[in-house]
């Protein structure tokens, strides 16, 4: 299993809704990020946990939160968000967070619109 | 200036074209380069990896990176219209803590025409 597989796909959420975004892998990579990606911009980078700690956050706001309950899944708690937080919502993982070896693996992302 | 500089483009070309894509970067401390493919409303597809001054080939592509001017190129040789795509250059290394941070360039979009 090479992949790393993003659930839902697709998610519209109100502003006082709580929704979570789920990610999960089974390459054994022991470090996975969150990045946030709006139309037409690069990727920027939200969290990092490293064996299953959190490592960086980007200056996140505390509306988004993080969790990595094992070494293969990776949540990402909503509430309260604002309509500019929509965007597509990458995961990715990294075989070595020391070294960043065999380069980064990105899931499709999900798709979030608040309304 | 921001750490990793890439020419958003577009970028348009007849099929059968050789590619070129460059990135430049400040940061001396970024010792993995990439490069990855995005189509519209996907997740990024890694293409190459490397961390080290010289080539790399694969394919129809090959990697360049030279670490004394902090400049990366991606060239596409016989370009086909399903090359046609968002081209991310990224760099990684290791930022305080002793954890991995990826850094994206701003994507230059590649139109491949028939």
């Known amino acids: 299993d090479t992949e790393v597989t993003q659930t839902p796909k697709h998610l519209v959420m109100g502003m006082t809704n709580k929704k979570s975004l789920k990610c999960e892998q089974h390459?054994?990579?022991?470090?996975m990020y969150w990045y946030k990606q709006k139309a037409k911009k690069p990727p920027e980078l939200m969290f990092v946990y490293s064996y299953e700690k959190l490592s960086i956050n980007e200056s996140v706001p505390s509306r988004f939160s993080p969790e990595c309950p094992n070494s293969s899944l990776l949540n990402l708690h909503l509430h309260a968000l604002q309509p500019e937080d929509s965007a597509l919502y990458l995961c990715a993982s990294s075989q070595d967070p020391r070294t960043g070896s065999y380069g980064y693996t990105f899931g499709s992302g999900t798709r979030l619109t608040v309304v | 200036q921001k750490e990793v500089e890439q020419d958003p483009g577009p970028l348009s070309v007849p099929e059968g074209a050789i590619v070129s894509l460059n990135c430049t970067y400040s940061n001396s401390a970024f010792q993995y380069f990439m490069w990855y493919r995005q189509y519209s409303r996907k997740g990024p597809e890694l293409l190459m990896y490397t961390y080290s001054s010289g080539n790399k080939e694969d394919g129809r592509f090959t990697a360049q990176v030279d670490k004394s001017s902090k400049y990366i190129s991606l060239f596409i040789r016989d370009s086909q219209p399903s090359d046609s795509a968002t081209y991310l250059c990224?760099?990684?290394?290791?930022f305080g803590g002793g954890s991995e941070k990826l850094v994206f360039g701003k994507g230059t979009k590649l139109t491949v025409n028939p």
């Open positions: 990224a760099m990684s290394g290791t």
């Open positions: 390459m054994g990579h022991r470090a």
